[in-house]
């Protein structure tokens, strides 16, 4: 079945430390997205990319980075400088070209910091 | 001001209603709109997606753009407890890939 996988699905980090969250997606999208959901505050974009090797900063990108090396995959890394990392990760995918592209969503990676 | 705009509720209703969730937007280059339904601790769950104004149907729930005024719903006949879950409003402008969420409504429907 075609799909967005996330992992892991829990993740704890204790403070000062780096963690990536993986994302791969088999749709044969060409864009993929990293949304933060924290509650009461809908879903922030992170970052997005529409083609391999290319991606742009969303609304909060600053503690984050992404590579996007294969057209399936979008790791995500929340860095030390991310000052309150606790939340809810989302990644998600799109057909990127032309009028048409629903965004399809993974089942989300929850980081906790300790 | 937000691009969307969404009640958050939450929204209590008794099994069997017809439930309506309604979404405002600013901006009127909008003309891809998306209804996601997301359970506690899941992704969201693309539910209906509608392209400019007009009604779409399938099943018990039926997606609403009103372009002229800036205001989509969706509405839920029947409603089941396991309807109950946060619902999210979408839309994106055309050949755009960036994609504007409203803050999401929590839905119970209680038995």
């Known amino acids: 079945d075609g799909g967005i996988t996330q992992s892991p699905k829990y993740l704890f980090r204790k403070e000062g430390q780096n963690v990536t969250l993986s994302c791969e997606q088999n749709l044969n999208h060409d864009a993929m997205y990293w949304y933060r959901q924290d509650p009461g505050q809908g879903l922030r974009l992170i970052y997005y990319?529409?083609?391999?090797?290319?991606?742009q900063k969303g609304d909060i990108a600053e503690g984050y980075s992404v590579s996007r090396e294969k057209k399936e995959s979008f790791p995500l890394t929340v860095t030390s400088a991310q000052k309150n990392p606790t939340a809810f990760y989302l990644c998600a995918s799109s057909i990127s070209t032309g009028n048409t592209g629903e965004l399809f969503f993974g089942e989300g990676s929850r980081l906790t910091v300790l | 001001q937000k691009e969307v705009e969404q009640d958050p509720g939450p929204l209590s209703v008794p099994e069997g209603a017809i439930v309506s969730l309604n979404c405002t937007y600013s901006n009127s280059a909008f003309q891809y709109f998306m209804w996601y339904r997301q359970y506690s601790r899941k992704g969201p769950e693309l539910l209906m997606y509608?392209?400019?104004?007009g009604n779409k149907e399938d099943g018990r729930f039926t997606a609403q753009v009103d372009k002229s005024s800036k205001y989509i719903s969706l509405f839920i006949r029947d409603s089941q407890p396991s309807d109950s879950a946060t619902y999210l409003c979408?839309?994106?402008?055309?050949?755009?890939?960036?994609?504007?969420f409203g803050s999401g409504t929590k839905l119970n429907v209680k038995p």
């Open positions: 979408a839309m994106r402008v055309y050949n755009f890939n960036k994609f504007y």
């Open positions: 509608t392209y400019s104004s």
């Open positions: 990319s529409q083609i391999v090797n290319d991606f």
